[in-house]
């Protein structure tokens, strides 16, 4: 029986959580609008059963729940019982801290510190679904010899024979372990795209249905989910015999060819996707909405690099969370949205985040969109700062030299700042807490909660990239204290100044003692 509680709102109460992709809506609660959202629909992205307030309350209800904003009030819908937030904790630091401490604590582990101190470069923009041996390894020395450094390479979609079917194809990868040893030469760790569907009419398929391993339909036969790549069997990981088989495939390639971690793509909630399901279908290890999602991400639990981009109740645990696939665009859909969103990833527990692949991805076809190459520089650069940063397309082959050199400034200063991120992420594996944080985390007065555009990294570094095309200068609040520009400026706060910010500049400063 569903229940609906009512909940008033505080004098300048607003709310961070939920879906992920909302974070450009957040914080919710300012009066600008009715709000309601129903988390049984977490749209490709990741989510936690968790709001949390400025003014030192949360909600946590284990269970997806749905829940409105309208003048004063937040509304609260839930299944079995009433949801009552917990209150006193001073602010919202203190309200996701105790959330944290209570319902997802940190797990002691950070992923390999190399996802922090250097780039991420993945194949699918170079690439497509025609990944081969000699193509990754071709990428791989392209990225040192236009200057950049080695970092985690992602071999993407169709290295395998097939979906489920977890063996390198012959033809495509005729020696795994000599490119892998070529990598691992060259600098770089190796991941491989997996995903937990299976094609229906393969051989693994007809194995994994008479072991039981597969979700069914309504009339108990192998069920069929329809995702981006056609239609497929769906293993179904909340059994754990099914997932103890998809993790053996994975120790294997592990074993045999020294892989060192896997991108975990799909594993979206089962009603994530209107009409996706029909009635009847069913998971052997839960009825709980979203459960099936919490179960793919804990297949990741067992490697130092698994990067996941839709995720369930996965606070604390050492996993890369990448926001879902971003256009080409400097609007609210893509440039715009990278702060709003990892704020509020990190505020659902999700520390180590990464804006996906920089410049935004076009499903592989670069003919689809006009290239913007100054967007793809303002996107790198917004990106140097975050837990993680990914390319994808290769910006030696985009860009022209001017352009390419103001791209890799962006990661020299990724390389330089590692040691710090690395430590940050260190103290996020033992203390849950956010890496990249809104302004309001560190200042909880002086009304800084509805800044989106800037970002905390840590306690003490303040970032403002320029996220609007043709700007040479933008207005960056700070708040109390001194204030020292990466440009050697020295600025006392609290103010509010229009800095410049040419194309080759990234503005971000540190807080002095």
């Given amino acids: 029986m569903k229940t609906s509680v009512e909940i008033e709102l505080l004098p300048g109460e607003v709310w961070w959580g939920g879906a992920v992709h909302d974070g450009t809506r957040m914080p919710y609660g300012k009066g600008t609008g009715d709000v309601a959202i129903d988390l049984k629909n977490l749209l490709e992205n990741s989510g936690a059963p968790l709001l949390v307030s400025n003014r030192g309350r949360y909600l946590w209800y284990d269970r997806p729940f749905s829940f409105s904003f309208r003048t004063g009030v937040m509304s609260v819908e839930s299944e079995e019982g009433g949801v009552r937030p917990s209150e006193s904790f001073d602010n919202l630091a203190g309200a996701y801290r105790q959330a944290s ?41 392209e990225i040192l010899r236009n200057g950049f450094p080695p970092g985690v390479l992602i071999i993407d979609d169709n290295w395998m024979k097939d979906y489920g079917t977890w063996e390198f194809h012959a033809e495509r990868f005729p020696d795994p372990k000599a ?17 937990p569907y299976v094609s229906p009419d393969s051989r693994t398929a007809r194995e994994l249905d008479k072991q039981g391993l597969l979700v069914k339909d309504a009339e108990g036969r192998m069920a069929l989910r329809r995702w981006w790549n056609g239609c497929s069997a769906v293993l179904d990981y909340t059994y754990p015999p099914a997932l103890e088989w998809f993790k053996s495939k994975l120790d294997e390639l592990v074993r045999r060819f020294g892989v060192d971690g896997f991108k975990f793509d799909a594993g979206d909630p089962s009603e994530g996707e209107p009409g996706a399901w029909a009635t009847g279908y069913s998971w052997r290890g839960s009825g ?24 369930w109740k996965a606070g604390g645990a050492p996993l890369l969370q990448r926001l879902r696939d971003k256009p080409h665009s400097w609007g609210d859909d893509g440039l715009k949205a990278l702060i709003p969103n990892s704020i ?21 076809d670069l003919q689809t969109t006009p290239f913007d ?44 700042m590692g040691p710090e991120l690395i430590g940050l992420a260190r103290d996020a594996a033992l203390t849950g807490e956010p890496m990249l944080r809104p302004m309001a985390y560190e200042f909880p007065d002086g009304g800084w909660e509805g800044v989106k555009d800037q970002f905390m990294l840590g306690a003490s570094i303040l970032v403002a990239p320029v996220l609007e095309k043709g700007a040479g200068e933008r207005t960056v609040r700070f708040p109390d204290g001194a204030w020292k520009g990466e440009d050697g400026s020295l600025i006392l706060g609290p103010c509010e100044v229009s800095v410049k910010a040419p194309i080759s500049r990234l503005p971000w400063y540190r807080r002095e003692k």
């Fill in 373 to 416: 190459a100054e967007l793809f520089v303002r996107y790198a650069q917004c990106a140097a700062l975050f837990p993680m940063m990914q390319f994808s397309t290769a910006p030696w082959k985009v860009l022209d030299e001017k352009y390419l050199g103001y791209c890799l400034d962006a990661v020299r200063l990724r390389v330089a």
């Fill in 288 to 311: 709980i909405p979203n459960e099936d999602c919490a179960a793919y991400s804990r297949l990741g639990l067992h490697y130092p690099l698994s990067e996941f981009r839709a995720s």
């Fill in 101 to 141: 401490r209570k319902h997802f604590p940190a797990q002691g582990r950070m992923p390999d510190p190399i996802a922090f101190s250097a780039p991420q470069y993945c194949t699918w923009m170079e690439m497509h679904y025609e990944p081969t041996q000699d193509k990754t390894i071709a990428y791989a020395r």
């Fill in 179 to 195: 490119m892998l040893d070529t990598l691992h030469e060259l600098g770089f760790k190796v991941m491989l795209w997996v995903c």
């Fill in 344 to 364: 509020a990833q990190g505020l659902m527990g999700y520390p180590f985040n990464c804006p996906d692949m920089i410049g935004g991805g076009w499903d592989g």
